[in-house]
């Protein structure tokens, strides 16, 4: 039933969701543990690339802290307890793969430890150290909200630069971490634009086929895991051919838009929509099992009665629903609904079925 993107496939075609989803796995296109929404963390490679950047060159400061502490015979025991805390720490987290669901939270609570290191030893007059925090800050920023990093780095530098009892700050060196701060801030920006262009159906906006893959893998993976509960609906729109056909390509696209926009408006933020064909579509709803999955299908297929914009063509919609906790496997998710919606389609279209 689901070809390629645009493709329309009749009811009879083999082409089926499990041959799409074992295509994928051996094409290399990556079903990754990802956060709901696009990130560069989809990608094992950039995930690996932040956990060997922050750990190396956490390695590298604690390994140079010790050198200097040693040289200068220091006396001050809260410079060593604060060496030997960042080492412990850098030991423990080295040992957490990229492939982690506490990888991230792991790294944030590394750079915290190190951070706060390098701040006593800029504290007892280790001055020129103050600028090691800058590459830690650069690796937060393209983790959180850079307003949030922004706060936390200028309360922690004046707080360093209270108790230092005088001033470490060079101003040139300001001027470069801000001017630094700020292009790194702008590449995240462009990156999030570039990845929203790469998972999203432009007409719609909807998350793609790929993107639909990924999650697949991640929910089912999180219900292995930790149990938790979410359903995957197909859905197809009616006799979409036959409204490009009689009335255009620019109406179908205004059934498209109608339909994205109102459903949309149904569903909670948690929950992901996707297009995936011409005129398919899939829900991903978070902490829903069959049952309500099964409901919003049906307010689904009453709110386009109600809601369709005047001289949008009508039409309607026919979905197939599977619980995760239904099925052995994300490619046996995935045909499983499939079955279901190829119930519904059989059956005259209009209608709502659940997995058997």
Known sequence: MFGPLGDKKSLGDTYSMRNLFAKAVESGDGLFYTSDQPS???????????????????????????????????????????????????????????????????????????????????????HY????????YLVWIGLLPTLVVALGAVLVTSITVALAGENPLIPENVMLAVATCMVVHFAKVQVRRQLHLATSDVLTGALNRRYLLTQ???MRADFVRTKRISSLVL?????????????????????LTSFARITRDRIRGSDLLFRIGGDEFAL????????????????LRQLIREQIADGTPKFSLSFGVCCVEDSSSANDWL??????????????????????
Not at 119 to 125: A, D, K, L
Not at 129 to 136: A, D, E, K, S
Not at 235 to 255: C, E, P, Q, T
Not at 284 to 299: E, F, P, Q, T, Y
């Open 129 to 136: 150290q103050l600028m090691c925090v800058l590459p830690f």
């Open 40 to 126: 560069p963390f989809s990608s094992a490679e950039f995930r690996e690339i932040t956990r060997s950047s922050v750990l190396y060159l956490s390695a590298f400061i604690t390994a140079g802290g010790f050198l200097n502490i040693i040289r200068r015979g220091e006396p001050h025991i809260e410079m060593w307890l604060s060496l030997i805390a960042a080492t412990l720490t850098l030991i423990l987290i080295w040992r957490v793969p990229s492939s982690s669901r506490h990888m991230v939270t792991s790294l944030h609570m590394l750079m915290a430890i190190m951070v706060a290191n390098i701040s006593v030893q800029v504290v007892h007059g280790v």
């Open 284 to 299: 991903i709803l978070s902490d829903a099992r069959s049952h309500a999955a099964l409901s919003v299908s049906n307010d």
């Open 216 to 218: 697949i893998s991640k």
């Open 235 to 255: 859905i197809d729109i009616d006799g979409l051919k036959s409204i490009n056909d009689s009335f255009g390509h620019r109406a179908g696209d205004a059934v």
């Open 335 to 356: 045909e499983r609904a499939d079955e279901a919606l190829y119930d519904a389609k059989s059956n005259g279209g209009d209608t709502a079925r659940l997995a058997t």
